[in-house]
């Protein structure tokens, strides 16, 4: 009986071990550059968050100088994904260290809907190779 099952265990161990394994595609890093109203924009939070047919999770950073970074760790898959950008709430505004809240913009500066909820900036990310993206927002009027 023994030997009979011996099989049937290995059978099902190397199902389960297939369906874990990692996507190839998975694990990617982003470097981007941001500018608002020419300028490089600080005091943001940058969200890519995948489009339909692209699998993975929702992945977001800060920006400072202009510049924001997304690491392996996110977890990002290739794929076509849509760029969102939001103010940093008010809490963590103060409790910036001060050379980052000296770069700032006024407290009442809002990103307009069109680049936030409403967002129409879309990138897409390739496996294997430096994902570079450059986005240029505006401030709310």
């Keep these: 009986?023994?030997?009979?099952?011996?099989?049937?265990?290995?059978?099902?161990?190397?199902?389960a071990l297939s369906g874990c394994q990692e996507d190839v595609a998975s694990g990617l890093t982003v470097h981007?550059?941001?500018t608002c109203n020419g300028k490089?924009?600080?005091?943001?939070?940058?969200?890519?968050?995948p489009m339909s047919g692209t699998s993975g999770p929702i992945a977001n950073?800060?920006?400072?100088?202009?510049?924001?970074?997304?690491?392996?760790?996110?977890g990002l898959h290739g794929g076509k994904y849509?760029?969102?950008?939001?103010?940093?709430?008010?809490?963590?505004?103060?409790?910036?260290p001060p050379e980052q809240a000296a770069k700032l913009p006024p407290d009442n500066a809002m990103i307009g809907p069109e680049f936030?909820?409403?967002?129409?900036?879309?990138?897409?990310?390739?496996p294997?190779?430096?994902?570079?993206?450059?986005?240029?927002i505006e401030f709310h009027r």
């Design 32 to 34: 981007g550059k941001v």
């Design 40 to 49: 490089p924009l600080s005091g943001a939070i940058v969200t890519l968050d």
């Design 82 to 96: 849509v760029a969102r950008f939001s103010m940093l709430p008010p809490e963590m505004r103060k409790i910036l």
């Design 1 to 15: 009986m023994i030997r009979l099952m011996f099989p049937a265990v290995l059978a099902l161990q190397f199902a």
């Design 61 to 74: 950073t800060a920006v400072f100088d202009g510049e924001f970074n997304i690491g392996a760790d996110a």
């Design 128 to 136: 294997n190779t430096k994902n570079e993206l450059k986005f240029e």
């Design 116 to 126: 936030d909820a409403n967002s129409r900036l879309f990138c897409e990310l390739t």
